[in-house]
């Protein structure tokens, strides 16, 4: 498959505070990361930094081969349109767009509006017939899982997960693990950031982050 | 995605879009009324101003200077040059014929007042000219002038005389010295004109001329002309020998403020600024275009009359212009604040659209549809009620309704925009800054 992403020796800091401090690491494309830690580790400062919403203090990050370190503001929001799917736990939806408008939201940032093709994520994610529905009228799980039709809808390269199943009770946790887990049988390369070492368990390798030092990578599938 | 996007905003929190909204049509109506009659104050008063007379003087070229003493001028009638009254007409073809509201020859001829002969004789002036007379123009239309247009402010006790009998009216000054009143009859003798100048009071040589006339009014003027007889030009004319001839022509024009370029040398101008001067209703182009139609002549520009005019024709558009912006300035604060409270709440939004891969372009470009939207509605209907306004005060402050004006309206929608782009600046800047990595984290 080929390398997809490789950080090497990435340091962040802000002000007197050093959030990532040489982290490097590569990940396969079509693979599956969990990246764990405690709170202030520097697991959303990393994500941040691969979906290109932050840049690094040093070192490199290469993704499809292309070192996003130094791309200008413009040429991040392009990486961002065309590269990288994100799920964010508080699925940040515009709440006066119906799902399907959600999803084709980032369609129209990436190129230009497709709503066939947006039904039909939202129906990937198995929610064809709550297309028309405000996030209000949807469930925590329909709402995450838009998210992810979202995510998906211009074939990133990249899936960025931020702790997806923070927000969600137990029923939904398992319908949205389930979509990650077919969205990896697919060949999607997912990056979740997750405190459930179930969920973690259930990707191809574990990295663990403390005090902003990688403190461990575990292969746990194969 | 786009029009779903700005129209939905719409919907969301209306009572911040109809503030704003409000605060554009009350700023769009403001600066569309001060704008309609700062436009329309300039002919307004222009007209205004001709009720305070005529602001040219056209005299012969090679006129002696004139002999006058208490408002009487003393030379004789053969001294000096005269103008053709056939050439008049030529007035109402030049360039600002339209802007030419009247004109008023006249002829003065030293003369002596007997109100009968036994009373005491009086030396003073028979001046001839025109009280409401039909001139025939070149493109043989009829126009209607004389003392009525050029001289509004003149009362007479009694009633004007007849432009087509041998009438007159006397001064108010002169009536009083003389008890002379409505409905009297005075005599006037004075040379002929290539005779002998005039006999002394008392004296009666062949060579004079005597005229007896019907006093239809006394004439109030507050100046000189209170000081002599006035009659009809032809009768004066026909009584001096000068048929179609006259001494002096005052002027009523509508005209534009001076300013530092009208004040300029013609000759010292380029083309392209002597075309421009030339076709602006500035009253040195004014004074310009008659020279050239009345060969011969020479035009004096009023200074002290066109100059006061200038100064408050400049004075009141100043002051129109300083009320429009402070209306723009009160409606861009307005939607200045509004629209920061609209970036304040959709921070999250903005920072999702950003995180989405959304160009600022195109975060920009919503905002500002917004915007305009709102602009070209408040100012649309800023400018119906502007206008409306425009109305009343025409009406209030002039006596005649303020002309709407159509051209007004694009204006008004650009200044509309205007105003809620630069309202929209720091907002949009804040939408510039805005990192999405701590919205999105809920910070």
């Not at chain 2, 005209?255 to 075309?275: G, Q, V, W």
């Not at chain 2, 002309?403 to 509309?416: F, S």
Request: overall charge negative.
């Amino acid at each position: 498959m080929g390398v997809l992403v490789e950080l090497d020796r990435v340091s962040k800091q802000y002000g007197g505070v050093r959030a990532l401090d040489q982290v490097s690491f590569t990940v396969e494309a079509g693979e599956w990361i969990a990246i764990m830690g405690p709170s202030g580790s520097g697991k959303t400062t990393l994500i941040n930094i691969l979906g290109g919403l932050d840049s690094p203090s040093s070192g490199r990050v290469l993704v499809d081969g292309r070192d996003i370190g130094p791309l200008s503001e413009k040429d991040l929001t392009r990486y961002r349109a065309e590269k990288v799917g994100f799920v964010f736990q508080q699925f940040h939806l515009i709440p006066y767009l119906t799902a399907v408008e959600n999803v084709m939201l980032a369609q129209y940032f990436h190129s230009m509006t497709d709503e066939k093709e947006a039904r039909e994520s939202l129906a990937r994610v198995g929610l064809a017939d709550r297309a028309e529905h405000l996030p209000s009228q949807l469930s925590g799980g329909e709402q995450q899982r838009v998210t992810v039709a979202r995510a998906l809808i211009n074939h990133p390269a990249l899936i960025l997960a931020d702790e997806p199943t923070g927000n969600l009770d137990e029923a939904n946790e398992e319908l949205v693990v389930n979509l990650f887990r077919e969205l990896h049988g697919e060949g999607h390369t997912i990056l979740l950031v997750t405190h459930d070492s179930g969920i973690a368990r259930l990707a191809d390798r574990r990295i663990e982050l403390a005090h902003g030092r990688l403190s461990q990578v575990s292969v746990l599938s194969t | 995605m786009f029009f779903r996007i700005v129209g939905e905003s719409f919907s969301r929190n209306p009572l911040r879009k109809w503030l704003a909204a409000v605060a554009l049509v009350l700023g769009m109506a403001i600066t569309t009324a001060a704008l309609t009659v700062a436009l329309d104050v300039g002919d307004r008063l222009a007209r205004e101003f001709r009720a305070f007379g005529a602001n040219l003087v056209v005299s012969p070229t090679a006129d002696t200077l004139p002999l006058e003493i208490g408002g009487v001028d003393y030379r004789p009638v053969e001294e000096g040059s005269y103008l053709p009254e056939a050439d008049l007409g030529k007035l109402k073809t030049i360039f600002w014929r339209h802007n030419i509201i009247g004109f008023s020859p006249f002829l003065e001829v030293p003369a002596i007042l007997e109100r009968d002969s036994s009373g005491p004789a009086i030396r003073t002036t028979l001046t001839g000219t025109w009280v409401n007379h039909s001139v025939a123009i070149p493109d043989g239309t009829i126009f209607q002038t004389g003392v009525l247009r050029t001289h509004p402010w003149w009362k007479v006790e009694g009633a004007w005389f007849d432009d087509s009998k041998q009438d007159c009216v006397v001064g108010a000054g002169l009536a009083a010295r003389t008890g002379l009143k409505p409905g009297d009859t005075v005599t006037l003798r004075f040379a002929r004109a290539g005779l002998a100048p005039l006999v002394q009071p008392g004296q009666t040589p062949s060579e004079e001329r005597h005229v007896s006339m019907h006093v239809t009014g006394i004439l109030s003027t507050g100046g000189t002309e209170e000081q002599v007889v006035m009659a009809p030009l032809a009768v004066v004319q026909a009584l001096t020998g000068r048929t179609g001839e006259f001494r002096r022509l005052m002027v009523s024009a509508l005209t534009r403020p001076e300013d530092e370029f009208s004040r300029r040398d013609p000759s010292t101008m380029s083309k392209a600024e002597y075309d421009r001067w030339f076709c602006a209703p500035y009253i040195s182009s004014i004074a310009l275009q008659i020279r050239q139609v009345l060969p011969g002549a020479d035009v004096q520009v009023i200074r002290q009359v066109a100059e006061g005019e200038g100064r408050i024709l400049t004075r009141i558009t100043a002051l129109m212009w300083l009320v429009c912006i402070a209306a723009l300035l009160a409606a861009g604060l307005v939607v200045g604040a509004t629209a920061a409270t609209s970036v304040l709440e959709r921070h999250s939004e903005i920072g999702l659209m950003k995180a989405l891969g959304a160009p600022m372009g195109t975060v920009s470009a919503l905002f500002l549809a917004e915007q305009l939207v709102l602009a070209f509605v408040g100012g649309g209907l800023g400018y119906v009620a502007g206008e409306g306004l425009a109305y009343l005060m025409g009406q209030a402050v002039f006596g005649v309704p303020a002309t709407g004006r159509l051209i007004l309206l694009p204006v008004i929608l650009l200044l509309a925009a205007a105003v809620v782009l630069a309202g929209s600046l720091i907002p949009l800047g804040r939408v510039a800054r805005l990192d999405p990595a701590p919205v999105l984290r809920g910070e």
